[in-house]
Every structure is written in structure tokens, then in C-alpha cells.
């Protein structure tokens, strides 16, 4: 830990609260069902970021629980025990007066007097909190955080004067932050659903209207996707068993390199040259649009020059576009439009595994503009997915700066550098040699076990 400021000290948590552990109950203690004479029980599946999310609460019987299991304002619920290390330690601090308590794979931390509870609250979204309770729970079949692992932790104390100032601050500037995220979050689906409303107008004639009367375009042709195959050439899936090669193999894509207008090559499995070879239907040459048939649906990308000689599984359809008659991109936009997509799904057939038939895929409806009209309307979408594009990277530039502000924030606070000192202030050093002085924690360590707690 960096140097503090001299009016400033260190202490374990057991210094400056006081730990209870959680209610034992079994299946049969509790229930879904509110009743007056039970609480509303806070599991770990309830601290959700930071927070109480009071959904999925169970309720259990008054006579299990003590006065100091009941859940008051400025307590610490922390998530004791799990098989994931990415839940032990989680917490979130109680802010309502409302009745409720907790069960035995959590604990409380309460502050103790003289220790503002939004600051003690803050230290808990901090980085510092975060890594030593990873380094502490590690178990070898469950993690756990004991009781005295709290006393393993120390929080930087500050004087309780400025410990009020910081809270007061972080409760200003995270909140703020806190608004930030949310209407980032909300450019996202804005930018998703304008890419949706250009391919609806491309593929309805509406973003070449001006275009059409200028050029005196021809009327859209009403045909199909196998009408559009290069002449001898259908519509076709790809290798049905992979099997698998180590070196030297033949690329060969699948659902998941195939996204909406767009491959993710990460992760591609190679086959045995030979066995691509008897899928010489599906070899491609650049050019194709490809579309998923199988699981994932929905993804549609045409398939570039650098692809020649890869093959596709048999969860992706190979469309072997006539290009005198019809443009592959503007086909792949057409298949990726919200209507298409609708009908793609309407035609899929199955429940745990949904696929298109072959045939099905080759009867696509599709409106064909000439092809000139084609070529301008890819150019259009181009542009303004284009644009949409430099939005989504400026968005995410800003989600990522506002995702570093918080820990930020946070490290400067319990550092002593987000408010000044105030050489006034009581030394925390006196606040904690009385804290020292007064009753030591006596808080019962909970009830013994009847039976094993419900999960």
C-alpha cells in the first residue's frame, strides 16, 4: 500500500466492524411465498454489481433468526462461500430499513461507531478489496472467506471527518459515472437498429428512390435465391463430418466464423485436404454468399478472394451467386435484412437444434433491383455503415475510459487524494485506539447447523 497521509492509519476490518455470519435453514425451512411471520433471506446470487437485486428472494421463519442476523442500513452483505471464485467476496451494502436477512453462505460486515458506512461501503467496489479476497478464498473444492480473513484485509482509515467528505464525493462523481454507462448502454441497440432501418430501406427500394427516377431504373424482379445461382450450381451445405487436422489442413467455416455481414476467424477448425476434396460443391472460390442453416441462425457474409479453396461444415449453406445477374453483397444484405431474417426464421424447423432446409433456403423470396442499382445501393449501405462504424468505435473509446474511471476514482480515494486533507481533523489513529477501547465484538457466530442449508 503507497504511503497515507499522516492524519490517516490502516486497519484490519475486524478493526472497525463487526462480522455475523448468516442463517442456517433447510429445503423444508423455507419458501417462495412472503408469509408475516418470515424474512425475505439475501443469498450470493442476490449481490449482483455492487448492489441488492431483490428478486428471487426465499423467506424463512423468524424463530431461525437472531436480532443481529436482521439486516440493518450501513451493513455489508458478502457472498462467504461458492465453487466460483468470481462470487466469493462479492458484496453490497444494505441501504433500506426494510426487514430482511441473510443466509449462511454470506456474512454481514457492520460497521462499527465512528465509521462512516458509505465510506467503509465504498472500499468494497475497490480494486485493492477485490484482488486480496481472490488471493484469501482460494480453496481446493469450494472458496470460502472465514471470519478471520477479515482480519487479514486492511482498509485505509481516514479521519472521520474526511471519511464523511469522500463518501460525500464518490456518492457525487460515481454517480455521475454511473449515468454515463447508462446512456452509453443506450447507444448500442440505437446504432444495431439503425444498421436494421438502412438494409430496410436498401432492400425496399427507399434509399435509391432518387436514384430510380434519375436513371429511370427498371421495376424489381420478383425471383429466388436458387434463381440468382451461377448456371449447373445449386444452393448447398457443406462437409458433413469434420473430423479434424492438426497442420496443413483446409480451413473450413462454421457458425460461429459466420456473424451478420461480417466473419470472426478466430477459432476456425481445419480438415484433411481429402476430405474437403469430396465437398468439391462447397469449395470455394470467392465470391459465394454464405448463410447459416444449422443452430445459430441468421449469419450472412460473402466470401472473399483470400478464401479460394476453404470449404464450409454442414451448418452453413453455400449461395453461388450469378454475378452478371446479381451483385453478392447486395444478396448478403438482403439476407441479413430484419424481413428476411423473419423468414428465414419462420421457415426453421426443429426445437433444441433449429435448421432451414435446403430447399426451403433455395425458395428465398427475394426483390432484385437491375444490377447497376445494386452496385449503388451496397455503395450506400457502405457509407452509412461507414459512419455507423466510427460511432460504435468512438462508443466504445468511451465505455472504456468510463469502465477505468470507477477503479480510478476509487484508488485515489482510499489513497487520501480525491478531497484535501484538513489538518483539523482528528488523526484516524484516535478514532481507531477507541474503537480498540470499547466492547470487543461479541456478535453471536450464528446457529448450529440442523441440517444441511438449502441450496
Not at 440493518?72 to 444494505?94: H, N, P
Not at 450469378?322 to 426443429?350: H, Y
Request: glycine share 6%; charged share 25%.
Amino acid at each position: 500500500m503507497s504511503k497515507l497521509p499522516y492524519t490517516w492509519t490502516s486497519c484490519s476490518l475486524l478493526e472497525c466492524s463487526n462480522f455475523v455470519r448468516g442463517v442456517t435453514y433447510t429445503k423444508n425451512d423455507a419458501s417462495d411465498i412472503e408469509a408475516p411471520t418470515c424474512l425475505p433471506l439475501v443469498r450470493a446470487n442476490n449481490i449482483q454489481a455492487g448492489k441488492l437485486d431483490l428478486r428471487d428472494l426465499v423467506y424463512v421463519p423468524g424463530t431461525l433468526i437472531s436480532a443481529d442476523q436482521k439486516l440493518r442500513a450501513g451493513d455489508l452483505v458478502i457472498a462467504t462461500s461458492s465453487g466460483s471464485i468470481s462470487v466469493v467476496g462479492k458484496a453490497a451494502q444494505i441501504t433500506s430499513s426494510k426487514p430482511m436477512t441473510f443466509g449462511a453462505f454470506c456474512g454481514v460486515l457492520r460497521p462499527r461507531d465512528g465509521i462512516n458506512f458509505r465510506y467503509f461501503g465504498h472500499f468494497f467496489s475497490s480494486q485493492a478489496y477485490r484482488q486480496t479476497v481472490s488471493d484469501l478464498a482460494r480453496g481446493v473444492n469450494i472458496n470460502n472467506l472465514k471470519r478471520d480473513h477479515f482480519r487479514s484485509i486492511a482498509i485505509p482509515l481516514a479521519p472521520a471527518q474526511e471519511q464523511q467528505r469522500i463518501a460525500d464525493k464518490l456518492d457525487t462523481v460515481l454517480a455521475r459515472v454511473d449515468a454515463v454507462n447508462a446512456r452509453l448502454a443506450r447507444v448500442a441497440p440505437l446504432l444495431k437498429r439503425f444498421r436494421q432501418s438502412v438494409l430496410a430501406a436498401a432492400t425496399s427500394g427507399r434509399l435509391t428512390a432518387d436514384w430510380r427516377i434519375t436513371q429511370e431504373a427498371a421495376p424489381l424482379e420478383d425471383v429466388t435465391l436458387q434463381e440468382i445461382c451461377q448456371t449447373g450450381r445449386v444452393v448447398t451445405y457443406g462437409v458433413v463430418k469434420l473430423g479434424e487436422a492438426t497442420s496443413g489442413g483446409t480451413p473450413c467455416l462454421r457458425t460461429s466464423n459466420v456473424r451478420w455481414l461480417r466473419f470472426e476467424l478466430k477459432g476456425m477448425k481445419l480438415i484433411d485436404p481429402s476430405l474437403s476434396a469430396e465437398y468439391g460443391r462447397t469449395v470455394l472460390r470467392g465470391g459465394e454468399v454464405l448463410v447459416n442453416v444449422r443452430g445459430t441462425l441468421g449469419g450472412v457474409a460473402v466470401a472473399t478472394e483470400e478464401m479460394a479453396g476453404w470449404n464450409v461444415s454442414r451448418e452453413v449453406a453455400v449461395v453461388p451467386v450469378n454475378e452478371a445477374m446479381a451483385n453478392p453483397d447486395f444478396i448478403a444484405l438482403w439476407i441479413g435484412s430484419d424481413e428476411c431474417q423473419r423468414w428465414l426464421t419462420g421457415v426453421a424447423k426443429g426445437v433444441a437444434y433449429t435448421g432451414i432446409n435446403i430447399e426451403d433456403l433455395r425458395a428465398l423470396p427475394l426483390r432484385l433491383p437491375e444490377k447497376l442499382e445494386q452496385t449503388e445501393i451496397v455503395r450506400r449501405v457502405e457509407l452509412l455503415f461507414a459512419f455507423a462504424d466510427r460511432l460504435e468505435a468512438r462508443l466504445q473509446a468511451a465505455q472504456t475510459a468510463t469502465t477505468r474511471l470507477t477503479p480510478s476514482l476509487l484508488a485515489k480515494a482510499f489513497r487520501g487524494e480525491l478531497v484535501p486533507q484538513d489538518p483539523n481533523d482528528e488523526p484516524a489513529a484516535e478514532l481507531l485506539r477507541r474503537l480498540a477501547q470499547t466492547k470487543p465484538d461479541t456478535t453471536p457466530r450464528g446457529r448450529k447447523t440442523r441440517a444441511r442449508q438449502a441450496t
